[in-house]
Every structure is written in structure tokens, then in C-alpha cells.
């Protein structure tokens, strides 16, 4: 993925980001484009110890947020948007939908499909 793709994806990342934290009632000064508050943010959200932030967090959040950070984190190591399974590039339109996708559609769909009949044994 080239420079300018990584950077449109950490943008998109980061305000998916901001976004959830907002929605949690992260309250820390202003979030604005600062982008120190914004990280500033990101440390208190995963912080376990935090527990009054985290138990405003709702579960399905709290996922969300971790896979964010796990997918800016793969950025930066420039593995974003490599299928972690085959190795293969995710397809861009598939970030687009699902940018904190891991897996390219195929593995996704074989994934899907042995989880199916795995449950209907
Ligand atoms: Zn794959």
C-alpha cells in the first residue's frame, strides 16, 4: 500500500476512532483535530485502570476501539490491509466498508462457511 493510501486509511481510522470516543462521553478538554488530545484519548481508552472511562464504554465499543488501535498499529508496522491469513491484499473497497477488516473476503468466507457447519454438527 503506498504512502498516500496509508495515510488516507490512518485519517479514516483515527476519525472512526474519535468518533466512538466521543459517543462513549470522552470528555478530555476538547477533541478537536488536535491530535495530541487525540492521543491523549487513545492512552485513556485502553488504559484498564481507568475503570469509570471503560464502564462507560459498552462492550461492543470497547471491541471496536481495540480492533482501531490493532489496525492503526498494523500501519505503522506497514501490514495494513494484508490479509493476516493467506498474506494476500485485502481489496480496497472491502477497507472502505470494513477498515479494520483483517481478512481478505476469501478467508472471510471460508471462515464464515466452517463456522456454519462446524455449528451444525
Ligand atoms: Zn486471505
Redesign the pocket.
Known amino acids: 500500500m503506498d504512502k498516500e493510501r496509508t495515510e488516507f486509511f490512518r485519517k479514516l481510522l483515527n476519525e472512526r476512532l474519535r468518533a466512538l470516543l466521543v459517543e462513549a462521553g470522552a470528555t478530555l478538554g476538547n477533541l478537536t483535530e488536535d491530535q495530541e488530545n487525540l492521543a491523549d484519548a487513545i492512552d485513556l481508552a485502553s488504559m484498564e485502570s481507568n475503570r469509570d472511562f471503560q464502564l462507560r464504554i459498552r462492550d461492543r465499543e470497547r471491541v471496536l476501539i481495540h480492533k482501531i488501535q490493532e489496525a492503526l498499529g498494523r500501519l505503522d508496522e506497514g501490514e495494513y490491509g494484508v ?6 491484499d ?1 481489496a480496497e473497497k472491502r477497507l472502505m466498508a470494513r477498515p479494520v477488516a483483517t ?6 468466507t471460508e471462515f464464515e462457511q466452517l463456522e456454519r457447519s462446524s455449528r451444525e454438527l
Do not use: E, F, L
Open positions: 490479509c493476516t491469513h493467506c498474506g494476500n485485502i481478512h481478505c473476503i476469501d478467508c472471510k
